[in-house]
């Protein structure tokens, strides 16, 4: 599998890339004809400062409180941060990163955390967006609990509907065969191809 396994870097900085494997996989809302995967922007010093960077570019006008971390992004999420507190409308912010618990798609936030949701501007952090449904699910959770969501930013994210506006490093225009299927009707299924790999937050299981 790793053999077709080809690197995508950027365009405005190189030390930020993906690896993309094309083939059949599984996630826990759908089947895609791509894994993507994010473990050196996720892991990497170099990469997350960059990845964070770049995010911040984009966000030079959205006022960020409280930046929620999913997909295992806390790493650039605190580079993040960082990089926006000192920036135009987030000045003197004491910018928070958290790492809710989410069951089921559904955001729990503890009594600890929600003084950093509650009446904040909050970003939505993750490394991919293939079918919108967690972190639309974070954002309705975000308002549920008393705070604004303001963005959603991916290092991947393929296109779906949202009321809070999406960023991302790369996206379909990038992986341009990338598919999601619903797993009852994936074609790739229907043809008899067998599945790669589970693939998670945490990266992919080859099924042998």
Do not use: W
Request: proline fraction near 4%; aromatic fraction near 8%; charge should be neutral.
């Amino acid at each position: 599998m790793e053999n077709r396994a080809y690197e995508i870097f950027s365009n405005i900085n190189r030390s930020v890339s993906i690896k993309v494997i094309p083939g059949h996989f599984a996630t826990k809302h759908s089947h895609i004809s791509h894994c993507v995967d994010m473990t050196k922007v996720k892991s990497q010093l170099d990469a997350a400062k960059a990845a964070a960077r770049m995010f911040a570019g984009m966000l030079i006008s959205t006022p960020v409180e409280t930046i929620i971390s999913l997909d295992r992004m806390k790493m650039v999420g605190a580079y993040l941060a960082e990089e926006l507190s000192g920036r135009g409308i987030n000045i003197s912010r004491n910018i928070s990163v958290i790492s809710p618990e989410i069951n089921n798609d559904k955001m729990l936030l503890r009594d600890n955390f929600l003084p950093y949701v509650k009446n904040k501007h909050v970003l939505i952090l993750t490394a991919s967006t293939s079918t919108g449904v967690t972190v639309e699910s974070v954002a309705e959770g975000v308002t549920y609990y008393g705070g604004e969501p303001v963005g959603i930013a991916a290092v991947f994210g393929a296109s779906f509907e949202s009321k809070v506006p999406v960023i991302t490093l790369f996206g379909m225009e990038d992986v341009p065969d990338f598919k999601s299927y619903s797993p009852v009707d994936c074609p790739l299924c229907k043809k008899g191809i067998k599945i790669d790999a589970v693939v998670n937050s945490y990266g992919y299981s080859k099924i042998i």
